[in-house]
């Protein structure tokens, strides 16, 4: 009788590597929707200057805390360089359409 006690001993941590436990529960898919794996952070909406100084600020923050890689922060930093060069850009050329219509209002479309 002890001989069979020490064979069950022996089986159990097999079986019970073998089943490791409940699953975790998947998404459900509806119909005309994709199933989310996982959740996001945070989303940012950068549309303005500001927008993209209130991000920097967060991952500087983030970076001091050790809350994010580096490798991540200075892909972002990088990023918010990129963008503001682009906002700059477009901003300048909306001031320089703005400054031709006056112009062309001003003297019939005639250079001085």
């Known amino acids: 009788m002890l001989k ?15 089943n490791p436990g409940p699953k975790k529960a ?4 509806t119909k005309g929707q994709e199933a989310k794996t996982e959740k996001k952070k945070y989303t940012s ?4 200057p500001e927008d993209l100084r209130r991000l920097l600020s967060v991952t500087m923050s983030q970076l001091r805390r050790d809350e994010i890689d580096v490798t991540k922060a200075r892909a972002i930093f ?13 901003e300048f ?4 359409a703005k ?3 006056v112009v062309n209002q001003d003297n019939d479309g005639r250079w001085n």
């Open 99 to 101: 400054l031709e219509e």
């Open 4 to 18: 069979n006690m020490s064979k069950k001993v022996e089986e159990t941590p097999q079986i019970a590597r073998q």
């Open 45 to 48: 909406h950068i549309k303005k």
């Open 93 to 96: 050329e909306a001031r320089i």
């Open 26 to 29: 998947e998404p459900v898919k």
């Open 78 to 90: 990088y990023g918010a360089g990129v963008f503001l060069s682009i906002l700059d850009s477009c």
